[in-house]
């Protein structure tokens, strides 16, 4: 996605938006990535620079730009 819509929606510095859907007239579905160099094995807990996966987290209704 353009990052342009990163910066529209305010989260350029810890986020990608990787995409972006209008369901309907009142919801719109973002979907986001963390941008972070380093996570914790989940296995060890040992911080490393080598991300092989990202959980999926689902966040329900919470307003967006007046929506």
């Known amino acids: ?3 342009g ?3 529209l929606l305010g989260l350029e ?3 990608t938006v990787l995409q ?3 369901i309907d007239a009142d919801t719109v ?3 986001i990535e ?3 160099p380093e996570g914790a094995c989940p296995e060890c807990g ?3 620079s080598r991300i092989t996966e ?3 987290v689902r966040v329900k209704d919470l307003p967006a730009s007046g929506q």
Request: hydrophobic share 45%.
């Open 13 to 15: 510095d810890e986020f």
């Open 29 to 31: 579905r973002v979907v």
């Open 20 to 22: 972006l859907e209008r």
């Open 5 to 7: 819509t990163s910066v």
């Open 1 to 3: 996605m353009n990052q």
């Open 54 to 56: 990202r959980p999926l």
């Open 34 to 36: 963390v941008i972070d």
């Open 46 to 48: 040992v911080l490393t």
